[in-house]
């Protein structure tokens, strides 16, 4: 569904739809424009400048499920490659493993196995896919336990990071893994090479997003591998004090472990650079190496001062200047999805404490007849229901502040015609490696339908035949392997919704070619 956002009460804002991913594709394909009209070059793959004095535990949730296929899982494998190669590894520098997301999680190998890039690098292209279901939230528990635990090689005192690939979908939950992760200190990285929720993993990468969530197309991942090791590098190669996780009225500080709970503790000071009397003192045993500091000015620069106080050697006290980000502004996205011929969801972000509650304002275009839907300030999200079928609407949403502020942001949405749905998609056996896609239509105006096949060795590929059209010939299927087959309607406000199967194809030894079961 296309999202239109427009500006309301004077401020500008930006609102990631449905297409975001479409979106950052095509934005990242504007850069490369711009980089030959100016005479640079894409960025360099291959060997790069070795980088030292780095130390930490990088971890790589690798999505092996069979909702990936088997190109983009290799060209995933690149890119971790990529991004790890220029690292120095050894037990005093940087360790790494890889956590697949599957059926059942599995560590692929410890972080202590691999302690050269020549085996690190084989053993990246030696990993091979799962398949099995996308059960992320498990597999952020399973990490949990695997970033501190020495039996898999994970080190006590060093910073921890954790790079998740995902093309956007997964099975479980993944709120709460995540945030326990966070909490435990492990800074989070999010890929998004699908079609992702823009507001669900902004909220499962460390803050801010634009500094620990990328979007963009299998294809275009090396446009993002200098600028995603660069923020790792500032995780991994901060050996002094220094600050993550920063908004506008808080941030996280990090240090490195010097003390212990017996040797001493820490006096933490901070205060505004223009206003140094407001300052305030906050005391931790030494076995803390991190402290949140809330309840902060926005766009304001604090002087920082960790002093570590010990019984037993002297350590000088380390400093470090932190600015908080500008004051949030709720809504600053709206998002409409799971559209269907008599409602939609609405979403936005963020969700603020100086937020009282919000109204929803939704109407027919063009028309005159509006009417409100009001919701608790400590939600984010309601369904509009009792709509009428394929109409545009526009969505206002709008913020109550506790100070009788108010602010507004508006999208418009399109509910989707009576039956459209692709209906009995079935498959018949057309000799070696080929099948054919039959379905019976869709009610409506279709302009057509697209037929995505999903291979699980070879690319994927999209067919788009005309409304008479009720049937493809898919070729290239390898015995043994299971398939996805996806047929979506077309209509002239968006795309209706889409019948999925997955396709077993037998062993050639086997009378009978395929097998089909509904995708659960």
Not at 214 to 221: E, G, I, Q, R, Y
Not at 360 to 376: C, M, T
Not at 388 to 406: D, F, H, Q, R
Not at 448 to 466: A, D, E, F, M, N
Request: aromatic share 8%.
């Amino acid at each position: 569904m296309t999202v239109e956002v427009s500006q309301a009460f004077g401020f500008k804002v930006v609102c990631p739809g449905p297409d975001f991913a479409m979106l950052a594709k095509t934005v990242l394909s504007l850069g490369l424009w711009l980089q030959f009209a100016a005479g640079q070059n894409t960025p360099a793959r291959g060997p790069q400048p070795s980088i030292s004095n780095s130390e930490g535990d990088l971890l790589f949730l690798l999505d092996s499920s069979g909702s990936v296929s088997y190109y983009e899982f290799s060209r995933v494998k690149e890119f971790m490659w990529d991004l790890v190669q220029p690292f120095s590894f050894g037990p005093k520098d940087v360790q790494t493993s890889i956590i697949h997301i599957s059926t059942t999680p599995t560590m692929e190998f410890p972080f202590d196995r691999y302690l050269s890039s020549g085996t690190l690098q084989q053993a990246i292209r030696d990993t091979q896919q799962l398949m099995g279901d996308t059960n992320t939230g498990k597999a952020l528990s399973y990490a949990k336990e695997k970033f501190f635990s020495d039996e898999a090689g994970a080190r006590p005192d060093v910073p921890k990071v954790l790079v998740w690939v995902t093309d956007g979908f997964s099975t479980d939950d993944i709120s709460e893994p995540m945030q326990l992760l966070k909490d435990m200190g492990v800074t989070v990285f999010i890929v998004s090479t699908g079609r992702g929720n823009y507001l669900e993993l902004s909220a499962a990468a460390s803050q801010p997003p634009e500094k620990h969530l990328h979007f963009v197309d299998v294809d275009d991942l090396p446009i993002i591998t200098k600028e995603l090791r660069d923020a790792i590098l500032d995780v991994i190669q901060a050996n002094r004090l220094h600050a993550v996780d920063i908004t506008s009225s808080s941030f996280r500080l990090m240090w490195p472990k010097l003390l212990s709970e017996e040797t001493g503790y820490y006096t933490l000071e901070y205060a505004p650079i223009d206003d140094l009397a407001r300052k305030r003192t906050k005391q931790v045993s030494g076995a803390h190496t991190s402290l949140m500091l809330s309840n902060l000015a926005p766009e304001t620069t604090y002087e920082v001062a960790l002093i570590p106080e010990s019984n037993v050697h002297y350590f000088p006290p380390q400093t470090t200047r932190v600015t908080t980000l500008a004051e949030e502004i709720s809504p600053a996205q709206v998002l409409i999805s799971e559209s269907g011929p008599h409602s939609f969801h609405v979403s936005w972000a963020p969700t603020l404490d100086s937020v009282i509650g919000y109204q929803i304002l939704y109407g027919p275009l063009p028309g005159n007849s509006v009417k409100l839907l009001e919701v608790d300030g400590k939600h984010n999200s309601t369904v509009v229901e009792n709509l009428a079928p394929n109409t545009t609407y526009l969505v206002t949403v709008t913020a109550i502040y506790k100070s009788g502020k108010e602010k507004s942001l508006s999208a418009k949405a399109c509910t989707q015609e009576e039956g459209s749905r692709v209906r009995h998609l079935r498959f018949e056996d057309m000799g070696p490696n080929t099948l054919k896609a039959s379905w019976d239509s869709a009610d409506g105006k279709v302009l057509g339908y697209r037929v995505r096949c999903r291979r699980q060795t070879g690319p994927s590929s999209v067919i788009s035949v005309s409304p008479q059209i009720h049937s493809v010939l898919l070729t290239d299927l390898a015995s043994g392997t299971t398939n996805k087959v996806c047929v979506k309607p077309m209509y002239k406000n968006q795309p209706g919704k889409g019948l999925c199967r997955m396709v077993h194809m037998q062993p050639a030894t086997e009378t009978q070619g395929y097998k089909h079961r509904q995708r659960p």
